[in-house]
């Protein structure tokens, strides 16, 4: 079975520095998704980016980039320019690629302050 | 706009009382999911329908129990709720190959 680990359970940023969060996974499998989705307080879980595991190239969205070293099975998540709006708590997630149900294994979390 | 709906958001429920939570999409998504999120820990998949195929996780109790009348809804019943069972209920939809669209979560709290 598939884990997730995010070792760090708060991190804090001041508004416009960059923050990185760590998360790690242990699997068997070669071909896998990598995701880290976003939770404002009591808000939904929203999609912050995705990673293909066949893609050498680290997933980009905006501000949000990530570092995917597959041997090392890292998958942190680069937060720049950072933003008020950023404060939540951020979940890393492994999916296998079954083509079925595709169930997600989540990490712990952690839980992002932003301050001015 | 396309998205998935959770009814109601927040629900106050007695120790065995039986209660239901519903999930409706817009997205015409295949596959639906039930997670539970307890205060300050990551979302925890009970169960999931495939089309009309339901798949049980091993470790989900069998107080928890589902219903899919049709594509867009999908029903929570937790038949006799135990204070244990106070958190958050999410439900996601996926379309084959995409990822998971979540839904704005129900609050249970069983007292």
């Known amino acids: 079975a598939q884990t997730v680990t995010q070792s760090q359970p708060e991190m804090s940023v001041q508004e416009a520095e960059t923050v990185t969060l760590s998360c790690t996974y242990d699997t068997s499998e070669s071909d896998y998704y990598l995701f880290w989705y976003k939770q404002p307080p009591s808000r939904q879980m929203i999609l912050v980016i995705r990673?293909?595991?066949?893609?050498?190239q680290n997933a980009t969205e905006n501000r949000f980039s990530v570092n995917f070293q597959k041997a090392a099975k890292s998958f942190s998540l680069k937060i720049s320019d950072s933003q008020l709006g950023d404060a939540a708590m951020y979940f890393c997630?492994?999916?296998?690629?079954?083509?079925?149900?595709?169930?997600?294994?989540f990490g712990t979390g952690t839980r992002l302050q932003v301050t001015l | 706009d396309a998205m998935v709906i959770q009814n109601p958001r927040y629900q106050v429920t007695q120790f065995g009382k039986p209660v239901t939570l519903s999930c409706s999409q817009t997205?015409?998504?295949?596959?639906m999911y039930w997670y539970q999120q307890k205060s300050s820990q990551a979302p925890k998949l009970l169960f999931h329908?495939?089309?009309?195929?339901?798949?049980n996780e091993a470790d989900t109790p069998d107080n928890f129990q589902s219903r899919r009348p049709n594509t867009s809804f999908c029903f929570l019943d937790i038949r006799s709720p135990g204070l244990g069972d106070t958190a958050m209920y999410l439900c996601a939809t996926r379309r084959q190959y995409n990822e998971q669209f979540f839904g704005p979560g129900t609050r249970l709290t069983v007292l």
């Open positions: 997205l015409n998504h295949n596959v």
């Open positions: 329908y495939y089309d009309k195929d339901f798949n």
């Open positions: 997630a492994y999916r296998s690629e079954d083509g079925t149900a595709s169930k997600l294994t």
């Open positions: 990673q293909e595991a066949y893609k050498q």
